[in-house]
């Protein structure tokens, strides 16, 4: 059973950082195109940053670009999202999510590119 398990969360201040992690169960995570994404109260789930197999390309949604750095730890087997500079709006859900593996320049921002998900890590950003 593919499982992705994430970690990390917790409450910081504004302006502060976390690194959550994402490790695999079950599967290679080089061997996939992996996502992290996130759900504000009240709010539909939202792609943040995506990584492509084998640590290829990445990709940002606006909102997190130049604060979120998305990494992939092979000897780990753990894909990391780095979070500087938190605002009250990344308040939410974090879920690690892998697509299918099928392909190699995939960056599967969007929900319906992935397959295997993780339950999620609470993050809070505090005024």
């Known amino acids: 059973q593919l499982q992705p398990v994430e970690s990390g969360g917790g409450l910081v201040q504004s302006g502060g950082s976390l690194r959550l992690s994402c490790v695999a169960s079950?599967?290679?995570?080089?061997?996939?195109?992996i996502a992290w994404f996130r759900q504000a109260p009240g709010k539909e789930r939202e792609g943040v940053a995506c990584i492509s197999r084998n640590n290829g390309r990445t990709a940002y949604a606006d909102s997190v670009q130049g604060r979120f750095t998305i990494s992939g730890d092979n000897a780990e087997n753990t894909v990391y999202l780095q979070m500087n500079n938190l605002k009250p709006e990344d308040t939410g859900v974090y879920y690690c999510?892998?697509?299918?593996?099928?392909?190699?320049?995939?960056?599967?921002?969007?929900?319906?590119?992935?397959?295997?998900w993780g339950k999620g890590t609470l993050v809070t950003v505090s005024s």
């Open positions: 079950g599967f290679i995570m080089r061997y996939y195109g």
């Open positions: 999510a892998a697509d299918s593996g099928s392909r190699e320049d995939v960056c599967p921002l969007r929900e319906d590119q992935n397959v295997y």
